[in-house]
Nanobody, 124 residues
Framework: QVQLVESGGGLVQAGDSLRSSCAAS????????MGWFRQAPGKVGEFVAS????????LYADSVKGRFTISRDNAKNTVYIQMNRPRPEDTAIYYC?????????????????WGQGTQVTVSS
């Protein structure tokens, strides 16, 4: 089992920046690719970004490419999402997740463990 706990959400103004973290515990040795997803009110969840076990390979949704950066610190068992120039449409609950066999994926169904989410609200 892998437990994931997100932190660092909050209220931010459009154009500012915010960094959220996701700390993993438990059987972290089984953790491979990690990702961030989000769900806005009344909308289906969507992929945000994914990063490989080594941190060398990343994937981004087109909607955040060039503004958000995913990174990880394996020594701290933590993955980050740096949100630069956020927009009101980025408002959502952000979830981190980890796979146990893939390096990266955009598909929710490829992820085995999920955190409980952190709210990010971007004001205009």
């Amino acid at each position: 089992q892998v437990q994931l706990v997100e932190s660092g959400g909050g209220l931010v103004q459009a154009g500012d920046s915010l960094r959220s973290s996701c700390a993993a515990s438990g059987r972290t040795s089984s953790s491979y690719g990690m990702g961030w997803f989000r769900q806005a009110p009344g909308k289906v969840g969507e992929f945000v970004a994914s990063i490989s076990r080594t941190g060398l390979l990343t994937l981004y949704a087109d909607s955040v490419k060039g503004r958000f950066t995913i990174s990880r610190d394996n020594a701290k068992n933590t993955v980050y999402i740096q949100m630069n120039r956020p927009r009101p449409e980025d408002t959502a609950i952000y979830y981190c997740a980890t796979t146990t066999g893939l390096e990266r994926s955009m598909a929710e169904t490829d992820y085995d463990y999920w955190g409980q989410g952190t709210q990010v609200t971007v004001s205009s």
